[in-house]
């Protein structure tokens, strides 16, 4: 089946640092989605997407479908940011599941 | 979120028991899943259903049975629970058909002593 595997595992930053998450996929993708599980263990959906660039705020993402990799970009960070952030791609954008990455753990400290 | 919501919230459970886990939706949305999340897994499904009565098995599926009488809700059944399974369970729901964004539930936390 398709791997999906994400770098760094772990990243700690100083609040209002940047940094890059990044997403490397086996095979080609029609749905790709990224979700933050906050510290209280809930995951909430970023973004759906399956190529090219999106922005919400201090977030955005963008996807190379044809290279096989997406990043997500966070700027300014906030010690909110912290929690794990999961990539999770599907070859077809139908009902194929979503296979989730082991996703980046991230620590911002004040 | 508060179109999808799973109970019990957490189970501590005997080695051998049947367990079932209920996640129920609000948002008539068609696709609904079953995912386990264990330290150094990430999230693994386990089964998932693309309409009432329709289900199909996951990576992870063995020990584990599903049932969609109805579209709000889609129960997990552990037959006989293992330690193994001693896991946190989530749902999640999607619309599908143009709105592929999944929405997650808050969890189910299981320990099988």
């Known amino acids: 089946g398709i791997q999906v595997e994400q770098s760094p595992p772990d990243l700690i930053l100083q609040e209002g640092a940047n940094s890059t998450l990044r997403c490397n996929f086996s095979?080609?993708?029609?749905?790709l989605q990224w979700f933050h599980q906050n510290p209280w263990g809930q995951l909430i959906n970023l973004f759906y997407?399956?190529?090219g660039t999106k922005q919400n705020g201090r977030l955005s993402a963008t996807t190379v479908a044809t290279e096989r990799y997406s990043l997500l970009y966070i700027s300014s960070s906030q010690t909110t940011d912290s929690g794990v952030y999961f990539c999770?791609?599907?070859?077809?954008?139908?009902?194929?599941?979503?296979?989730f990455g082991k996703g980046t753990r991230l620590s911002v400290i004040a | 979120d508060a179109g999808i919501t799973q109970s019990p919230r957490h189970k501590v459970t005997e080695t051998g028991t049947p367990v079932t886990l209920r996640c129920h939706q609000t948002?008539?949305?068609?696709?609904m899943y079953w995912y386990r999340q264990d330290p150094g897994h990430g999230l693994r499904l386990i089964h998932y259903?693309?309409?009432?009565?329709?289900?199909d098995k996951g990576e992870v599926s063995d020990g584990y049975s599903v049932s969609r009488s109805k579209t709000e809700d889609f129960l997990l059944t552990l037959e006989s629970a293992t330690s193994s399974q001693t896991s946190v369970y989530f749902c999640?729901?999607?619309?599908?058909?143009?709105?592929?964004?999944?929405?997650f539930g808050s969890g189910t936390r299981l320990t099988v002593v």
């Open positions: 999640a729901i999607s619309a599908g058909e143009g709105s592929y964004g999944y929405t």
């Open positions: 095979d080609s993708v029609n749905n």
């Open positions: 997407i399956p190529s």
């Open positions: 999770a791609v599907a070859r077809n954008s139908g009902n194929t599941p979503l296979v």
């Open positions: 948002e008539n949305h068609r696709y």
């Open positions: 259903s693309y309409g009432v009565k329709d289900t």
